[in-house]
């Protein structure tokens, strides 16, 4: 901490990392990962917030009250709630940042529109996308006003919305620009792009961590992915087998229609991220006219969904990248769940009692297609079948729970013997979160390339996991190019050992 950016910040936007950094060396916690695993839940609270804050704006408090819980029990929002990656950030700025939209609008107010500036640029700061986002939402407020654009206040609220965003996400967008000697809005953009052949469009077989075109160095020594990229070289990729790309583009787009959206990264057993009987009390809400201005509401709600138009051709329907758009499926559903009550019931004590069981129902529904109660008459609709019991074993993930209990145990060892701060060149893996130090990728490499990067990087140690049990300790001495071992972590319950490998001096590195 205090190193500032390094080149983890060109492959991810860096705010969770900082938000962690800082909470860290202010507790004086000098624990990276725990520190992330109490923010974490802290976030979870702001997002029923957030959705409380946006659906009260745009509807009304008992819209609010339902919706926010439903955050609160959904399951996706849960895992994010508990989970070390970025998403429940980008979801909590995102939601903050409409409802400031919305504020402003409603109040002619510049200040509101300031703050939705600012938390645009908080959510693009946690993902990249948040300025898709933004720009996505001011244009489709900008068409939704017509003609009448230019005599409303809406021209000076997104002028102000504009700059804060760039004046907050200045320090940032300046060290893009140092590092890749260009203008840069997306720092994964090229390592994306290289990912996005093998894994959605299937041009190799390469895995991620071993594909040189990723993680190889260029004839500057520098990661190859590290070479940006723009939209012109994306369309002509695309265009390289037009028929290809349309037919992936649409394949993946149909991954993303409620019902089929692909659940994976740890939530196979998990209900839809959006569910059918969520998005159909979504359609009838936006049939049913609202308080006025009832469009531009709902062109607010709707239009950050246009990503989804945009995200099939850079991957399938992964829930991890629809679920920050979920909350505004869930304040729409709740919309034309509590305008299709008022239809049906006009006594007020009634319309209270319809509207507690009705959502109850909705709630319970998400939990049995947990259970896949729901998949089998949902079937037709499924991108992919769930897996069978018998493929997730209580012995696969005790094998899993104790790998990551292992590396976290070497971490812990490590942290202990070296101390705080190190810069460990480790293999993309568990590891990384439990050294508290840094990180400086191993690249796929020659050997005396990868030994002339750790010196560049000022590398500390070398860490490898996952040796050969069958290789004896004493035979790892002398067995990577330009490093000495320098020690040996042994799991206590099982074969898994990490060696910590020094670099030698240049002058005695090219052995």
């Avoid at 109850?360 to 049995?368: H, K, L, P």
Wanted: aromatic residues 14%; charged residues 15%; glycine residues 6%.
């Amino acid at each position: 901490m205090g190193a500032g950016l390094g080149w983890q910040a060109l492959w991810a936007t860096p705010l969770p990392s900082l938000i962690i950094a800082g909470v860290d060396s202010l507790f004086g916690m000098h624990d990276l990962l725990r520190t992330a695993g109490m923010i974490t839940p802290v976030m979870g609270v702001l997002l029923t917030a957030a959705v409380y804050f946006l659906a009260a704006g745009v509807s009304c408090q008992k819209v609010a009250f339902i919706a926010s819980m439903v955050t609160a029990v959904t399951p996706h929002f849960l895992w994010i709630s508990f989970s070390t990656e970025p998403e429940i950030y980008y979801t909590v700025f995102l939601i903050t940042a409409l409802g400031l939209l919305d504020r402003s609008i409603t109040r002619n107010s510049l200040l509101f529109g300031a703050g939705a500036g600012c938390l645009f640029s908080c959510a693009y700061l946690s993902r990249s996308e948040g300025f898709l986002i933004m720009v996505i939402s001011v244009m489709a407020l900008f068409i939704e006003q017509g003609k009448l654009v230019f005599r409303s206040y809406l021209p000076k609220i997104i002028a102000i919305v504009l700059v804060t965003f760039f004046v907050t996400a200045s320090p940032y967008l300046l060290f893009l620009k140092k590092n890749y000697g260009t203008f840069v809005i997306s720092p994964k953009a090229t390592y994306v792009l290289i990912w996005m052949k093998g894994q959605v469009y299937k041009d190799h077989n390469k895995i991620e961590q071993e594909n040189d075109d990723l993680w190889g160095l260029t004839p500057e020594g520098r990661l190859k992915w590290q070479v940006p990229s723009g939209v012109g070289d994306l369309v002509q990729y695309l265009l390289q087998d037009p028929e290809k790309s349309v037919r992936v583009y649409f394949n993946n787009l149909l991954s993303e229609l409620p019902g089929r959206p692909a659940n994976n990264s740890g939530a196979l057993h998990y209900p839809n991220v959006y569910p059918i009987y969520m998005a159909l009390l979504a359609f009838y809400a936006l049939s049913l006219q609202w308080e006025q201005p009832s469009r531009r509401k709902k062109t607010l709600l709707v239009s950050p969904f246009f990503i989804l138009l945009v995200l099939p051709v850079f991957t399938e329907g992964w829930w991890k990248y629809l679920v920050p758009y979920a909350p505004l499926l869930t304040i729409l559903a709740t919309i034309g769940l509590v305008l299709g009550v008022n239809k049906l019931f006009h006594n007020r004590k009634l319309v209270g009692t319809a509207v507690i069981s009705l959502i109850t129902i909705v709630i319970m529904a998400y939990y049995v297609d947990r259970y896949h109660g729901l998949r089998t008459v949902l079937a037709p609709w499924q991108a992919t079948p769930p897996p069978s019991p018998s493929v997730i074993t209580d012995q696969n993930v005790s094998r899993k729970s104790l790998m990551t209990e292992n590396a976290r145990k070497a971490g812990q060892w490590a942290t202990a013997r070296y101390g705080t701060g190190k810069n460990y060149m480790v293999r993309w893996n568990k590891l990384i979160y439990h050294l508290n130090g840094l990180w400086t990728a191993f690249p796929v490499a020659e050997p005396l390339e990868i030994y002339q990067y750790a010196l560049r990087n000022q590398v500390d140690y070398l860490a490898i996991e996952g040796i050969n049990p069958d290789i004896p300790d004493d035979a790892l001495t002398d067995a990577v190019y330009g490093f000495t071992l320098d020690s040996i972590f042994h799991a206590e319950k099982s074969l898994y050992r990490v060696a910590f490998f020094r670099p030698l001096p240049p002058a005695t590195g090219n052995r």
